[in-house]
């Protein structure tokens, strides 16, 4: 029964180590989803809250003057988290139904630039605003997790309805 003891000395010190490992990783990798699905629903919601505000504004304005404006502006809310530079964005004006359903490509953004605008607003009832959002994971165990949000939004100008073609 003795040299049985001595070999099985540590083994509880090993499986504990082993144990904890495994655990620590999954609380880990919790946590980095949540971060994901956080980013993933602030996404979404300065896509709907800058649409709003960009679709009833004036027609004389500039559309993505606007959108920027509610970024920097409910920035002050989650910018300890997420990075504003980080967001891309496109609005495509169109002038009718039938030009929305010939679109194929979305606009192009440079890759020095943040924003990029394609058509022109006035007469263009429809707009197609594009976001996107470069993730940056909160540690690098889990690379999986990196990559590019998008969100998109069809939506009609109110101040551009009346020129609508159908």
Known sequence: MRPFKRKTRGSVSIEFTLGFLCLW??????????????V??????????????????DGN??????????IDKSSSYWANVIEPSNFRITI????????????????????????VTCGDPTDSPIAIYHVDYKFQPI???????????SREMIAVQEYQRDKAQY
Do not use: H
């Open 25 to 38: 990783l999954i609380m880990m990798l919790w946590v980095e989803v949540s971060y994901m699905s956080y």
């Open 40 to 57: 993933s629903s602030v996404s979404d919601l300065i896509v709907t809250q800058a649409v709003r505000e960009a679709k009833v504004t």
């Open 61 to 70: 304005t500039d559309y993505m003057k606007v959108v920027n404006e509610v």
């Open 92 to 115: 495509q004006y169109l002038s009718s139904m039938s030009s929305l359903e010939s679109v194929t490509n979305l606009c192009s953004i440079p890759t020095n630039q943040r924003s």
């Open 139 to 149: 540690t690098k165990f889990f690379t999986f997790t990196s990559g590019l949000f």
